[in-house]
């Protein structure tokens, strides 16, 4: 099964690193200002950079967003870059940036998608394809998040690919996660109330979830809207949303997960 923790496989991903020339260092764009990843810097409010009238459009969510995601591609992508791109709203916003980017700058950017949603975007953007077989060292990783707790750490995967989300960020020199006021919380579970992703093998997911209910909290089998059965994700596999009812020491409970021999990826 798959989790998401940075350091991990879970739904949840701890970022505690920091500096940006450091190997898998970790830096926040948070309504349009990126800054290196620690509570002070997090906890700090910044007024969206300005973007063209007809952002006026858009709800100011998605203005800030937006303006973020533009903020995050501005100051982290060069010329010459393998970037990786990840999955869900706010990285559309990202990759549109890109593609304008190499339109107005002609600069030479790969990418490498996480999921099929990225990919056929990139497509369609005129972006150019790459993957981890040709290019395993990635200069930058974009995504977004759906949680980040006071203490940095953060739970990714409510859009159902943490696995090649969380492969992509673990080969790149650099992970910028884009995160809008919605997506603040003291406390994980506050704001998002899903629980942490886990992907997981199907022949296994009835052990798992014995596994997960010995930890406290409900192990639920996240089921499709537009089908009948589970959510099936692009590696063939369930999603187990973990409903945790307490704060936890993430770090441990990480470690625990990934104990468990048949999960494939968790996202914290």
């Not at 906890?43 to 995050?72: C, N």
């Amino acid at each position: 099964m798959d989790e998401m923790f940075t350091k991990a496989s879970n739904g949840f991903r701890e970022i505690r690193a920091v500096g940006v020339h450091v190997k898998n260092g970790f830096r926040i764009c948070t309504n349009g200002v990126s800054q290196d990843v620690n509570s002070s810097h997090f906890k700090t409010r910044y007024h969206p950079p300005f973007l063209p009238e007809s952002e006026s459009k858009l709800q100011p969510i998605e203005v800030g967003k937006k303006s973020a995601a533009w903020k995050a591609v501005d100051h982290h992508v060069m010329d010459n870059f393998i970037v990786g791109v990840g999955s869900g709203s706010t990285a559309v916003y990202a990759m549109e940036r890109l593609a304008l980017r190499v339109k107005e700058e002609g600069l030479k950017i790969l990418c490498v998608p996480t999921s099929f949603q990225s990919r056929q975007i990139v497509k369609q953007l005129g972006l150019s394809l790459t993957d981890l077989e040709e290019h395993p060292q990635v200069d930058v990783a974009i995504d977004g998040a759906d949680e980040v707790d006071y203490n940095m750490t953060l739970i990714k995967g409510g859009g159902g690919c943490l696995t090649q989300e969380k492969i992509v960020s673990s080969c790149s020199q650099n992970f910028i996660v884009i995160a809008d006021h919605r997506k603040d919380s003291k406390e994980l579970g506050q704001n998002w109330t899903k629980g942490i992703p886990i992907e997981v093998i199907p022949m296994a997911f009835v052990p798992v979830q014995r596994r997960l209910e010995k930890l406290g909290g409900t192990p639920v089998l996240r089921m499709a809207i537009a089908k009948a059965g589970p959510v099936i994700t692009d590696n063939g596999n369930f999603i187990i949303d973990w409903k945790f009812s307490e704060v936890r020491e993430w770090t441990v409970i990480n470690q625990t997960i990934k104990m468990i021999p048949v999960f494939r990826q968790n996202r914290t």
